[in-house]
Every structure is written in structure tokens, then in C-alpha cells.
């Protein structure tokens, strides 16, 4: 893919998280370590659920009841991330189901102009409480659908 396609394709996500890519985060080939790149997902999907949800961010997690719990993820690497780079995560809904849904980032490197790495994450629903998945409710729901990839 050229460079102005990927762009393009980033203009469906609704949410950008951004961030400085770090020395100490190479590995002993000079590239950002495969570890990084979930860790930086992980920094997205919070800052975009939080945003969403945001009772999420203000309660101790001992009195949450149901939120959301991280069931899979995946990171297809395209190319390699190299030190200096500012990497742009874009996030957005893919599919929705009665208890998961799942997320897809995009991770653009600002220095190459390109799309470096795809991630996937599904989350579930979850009852802490009561240790198991449970439906979303009609107002998750309609939030989560707001925010889906748009079509391209």
C-alpha cells in the first residue's frame, strides 16, 4: 500500500492516540520491540474506552461491577518501527456481539507515512462480581456502534 491509501484508510477510526517512540523501547535489532506495539495498543484502547465510558477512569476497580476485560489480541506487523518515530494509533469497533466486541488499531508511523502494524483486540463484558461475561445493555451498545469503523 502507498502511503496517501493508508492515510485514507485512518480517516474511518474515530479516535487517535499518539506517541513518542523511545530508545529504550528497540530491541537488539534497532527495531521497536514486538512487546512495545501491544503495550502502545494498550494506551489506545484505555484512552478510547475511557473516553466512551468515562465512569470507567473514576471508580476503584474493587467497586466496579461490570466492565470490560481483555479476552484476545493479535498484532500482524507490517514493517519494522525504527527510533526516531512518533506512532499514531487510530481505534475503532469492528464487531459487536450480546457480551464482546472487538477493536481494531491501526498503527501508523509518522516517519515512514505508512501503516507499521495492525492490532486486534476483543473484549468482553464482564460481571467481577460474579466472575462471568454478561450481556451489554442496550446504552453500551449504542455507544460501542457509534464508534465503528467506518466503511472504506
Known amino acids: 500500500m502507498n502511503s496517501k491509501s493508508d492515510q485514507e484508510l485512518l480517516t474511518g477510526y474515530p479516535s487517535v492516540f499518539s506517541i513518542n517512540v523511545k530508545w529504550g523501547d528497540m530491541d537488539a535489532m534497532r527495531h521497536l520491540n514486538n512487546t512495545r506495539y501491544f503495550y502502545y495498543c494498550e494506551s489506545a484502547r484505555l484512552d478510547f474506552l475511557t473516553a466512551l465510558f468515562p465512569r470507567l477512569s473514576s471508580l476503584d476497580p ?15 506487523f507490517k514493517v519494522p518501527v ?3 518515530d512518533r506512532v499514531v494509533i487510530s481505534t475503532a469497533v469492528t464487531d459487536i456481539k450480546e457480551s464482546e466486541f472487538t477493536l481494531k488499531h491501526a498503527i501508523y508511523s509518522t516517519k515512514m507515512s505508512l ?3 495492525e492490532n486486534h483486540a476483543r473484549l468482553v463484558h464482564y460481571d467481577f462480581q460474579q ?4 450481556p451489554m445493555n442496550e446504552q ?4 460501542l456502534e457509534a464508534h465503528r469503523l467506518a466503511a472504506s
Request: charged residues 20%; proline residues 3%; hydrophobic residues 50%.
Open 115 to 117: 501503516i507499521a502494524a
Open 140 to 143: 453500551i451498545l449504542a455507544i
Open 82 to 84: 525504527t527510533f526516531p
Open 131 to 134: 466472575g462471568k461475561r454478561v
Open 62 to 76: 474493587s467497586e466496579l461491577e461490570a466492565g470490560f476485560a481483555l479476552a484476545y489480541t493479535d498484532c500482524k
